[in-house]
């Protein structure tokens, strides 16, 4: 792709995916996405698939938005997306808690996707992260003043900067609820209709206008200046799920609008240039199709 969402600054975010992943139920019968037993897993830079990311996350929420989706595609999707990204890390991007690991309480940030509940014991918490994990598989051990997450396999483990829970959302024991899932693609589907709305409307705008208020969390960014050759901003993400956000705002307040929505297949996508108005070459050509015989029908009623 030539056209890219210019991000600023240095986002050293590795992230973690594993090559295969499977769907669970846990004891409750909830759905859940997790590594399947001898997965094998890989890291990458979120920020250096931009594009690629966001389209497919927002995809996924209009699929999900679908009055008539079928369940199979969506968990189809919700895997390859998987296979590529690896999963959200909701767990750290749901609480106001840094390590959340060695604290005894959770706050949850509001409209989480986990629970109604405002707080509630840590352990409870963890649990609703890792439903298939066997005794010793993950152990946390407190010291004096910290909390260590020892987990019984060779997934990377994070020193010093990181919080001590990406150790755990790094684990092959870590899973997701498909619904976290598919209510977060969906949230930000609507957040970009809502953007489409006002931008159309937005004659009729005294103020400025809050998309979403309360539902675009995003609360945990941190970021430290750095220096080699350059002095640049060193972005700090606690999870999948904010770098997305992240590139999300990026993509919607470039001035080139670059993300779009396909007004003949409704599908979203990153144009080129703002000329660019269909996502393809075969849309675009049945788009022209359509116009030109609703023109010519036009015609021959007024004859
Ligand atoms: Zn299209």
Redesign the pocket.
Known sequence: MDRKISLIGNFASDWIRYNDYEFKENEQGELYIVPTAYATFSMYNPFDVADDLLVELMQLGQEALKPHQSEESLKKMIITFAKKYGLFGFISSSVYNRDIIGDEHVLLIENNPITNEKAMTVKKYVNKFIPFAEEGDVEFIEYKKCTDVRKSEDSPKFYGKRPVVIDLIFSRFYAEQVKWIIDFAKMMVSHFDQILTYKGASAYLTEEVTILAGKFNANKIGFTINQLDRTTIAWEFDSLKTAIQTIYAFAVTDEDVLINR??????I?IAKNQREK???V??RNRANVYKSRSRKTQQSEEQ
Do not use: A, R
């Not at 396909?262 to 599908?267: D, G």
């Open positions: 396909c007004p003949h297949c409704n599908k996508f269909y996502c393809c075969s849309c």
